[in-house]
């Protein structure tokens, strides 16, 4: 199944670079994991990159003219559902309020480059899923209380560096 996500960057006024994800609500798909904002692909949409946008707007309020495309990232299958999911790096202006839909997100999590960059908010733990045969290390960031890990760990990690380096304009 073919699906898009909005990877949203912003730099505050102190000049930190903040990416912008959110908590999935407990009872859907991928319930209370960390996300980015995103979807699936619908019939509607023109491309991937106009299901990204449609997602964000949906999910959390983000208007498309609030977000400028700084490049699409390669395309990632999930491991345990087998999504396609094509990743579009973007510089936003975030809202003055983030709008999350109460059905598909708990809330809202914006988060500090920086932060997860520091030593202590990498992990890594072993787990086991019903439809792989054995247990298998998986590499997190700790957001709060929450962990990052999964597709979006794996889309955002190999980022972080080249974010940092000033890789795109932020």
Do not use: C, N
């Not at 019939?43 to 990204?52: E, G, I, K």
């Amino acid at each position: 199944m073919d699906a898009a996500v909005l990877i949203p960057l912003y730099r505050d006024a102190d000049g930190e670079v903040h990416v912008v994800l959110l908590r999935r609500s407990e009872h859907g798909r991928h319930g209370g994991q960390l996300a980015f904002p995103g979807g699936i692909r619908e019939p509607a949409d023109a491309s991937a990159q106009a299901t990204a946008l449609r997602e964000a707007e949906e999910e959390i309020g983000l208007p498309p003219a609030a977000v400028e495309i700084l490049e699409p990232m390669p395309e990632l299958v999930t491991r345990t559902t087998g999504f396609r999911i094509t990743p579009f790096l973007a510089r936003i202006v975030p809202p003055p309020a983030w709008r999350p839909d109460p059905k598909e997100v708990a809330e809202v999590i914006d988060v500090r480059i920086s932060d997860l960059l520091h030593p202590d908010a990498y992990g890594e733990s072993v787990e086991q899923f019903p439809s792989w045969p054995e247990p298998v290390t998986i590499a997190f960031y700790h957001v709060g209380s929450h962990r990052l890990w999964g597709a979006t760990y794996r889309i955002l990690a190999p980022l972080l560096p080249r974010i940092v380096a000033g890789e795109w304009p932020l």
